[in-house]
């Protein structure tokens, strides 16, 4: 009978199989989860891996007033993405027939303006 493939979970070229243990004491232990909760590494082997042997780590730590002012940024972000889009529709159902040519490009301009403003608020908060 042919061994032939079910579906399932893809095989991967490059398994891990080989396996290491390391011992903490309880002080190394909680140094190491303070490491793990203040990066972004979804769990201790990907944060040690990266650390051993791409020798890189970073924390980005955030106190609490700082956090809380980014969401604020964030949210009144959102806010102006919204008032745009209300703009936006406000022209078009007025429709640009009733301003004039250097009316209408004044318009474009400075939409265009805004666009550019919000994106880049948008990108540095996302950030």
């Given at each position: 009978?042919?061994?032939y493939n079910k579906g399932g979970r893809p095989k991967t070229e490059?398994?891990?199989?080989?396996?290491?243990?390391?011992?903490?004491?309880?002080?190394?232990?909680?140094?190491?989860?303070?490491?793990?909760?203040?990066?972004?590494?979804?769990?201790?082997?990907?944060?040690?891996?990266?650390?051993?042997?791409?020798?890189?780590?970073?924390?980005i730590s955030l106190d609490s007033d700082s956090r809380i002012q980014?969401?604020?940024?964030?949210?009144?972000?959102?806010?102006?993405?919204?008032?745009?889009?209300?703009?936006?529709?406000?022209?078009?159902?007025?429709?640009?027939?009733?301003?004039?040519?250097?009316?209408?490009?004044?318009?474009?301009?400075?939409?265009?303006?805004?666009k550019i403003i919000y994106e880049q608020i948008e990108k540095t908060?996302?950030?």
């Open positions: 009978m042919e061994n490059n398994k891990r199989k080989i396996g290491k243990t390391i011992w903490f004491t309880e002080s190394e232990n909680k140094i190491l989860m303070t490491l793990l909760s203040e990066g972004e590494y979804q769990s201790c082997n990907d944060m040690i891996r990266d650390i051993v042997i791409n020798k890189k780590y970073q924390i980014k969401n604020i940024l964030i949210e009144q972000t959102r806010r102006i993405g919204n008032n745009f889009n209300q703009l936006i529709k406000h022209f078009n159902q007025k429709k640009l027939d009733s301003f004039s040519k250097e009316e209408i490009l004044a318009l474009k301009t400075t939409l265009n303006n805004i908060t996302r950030g």
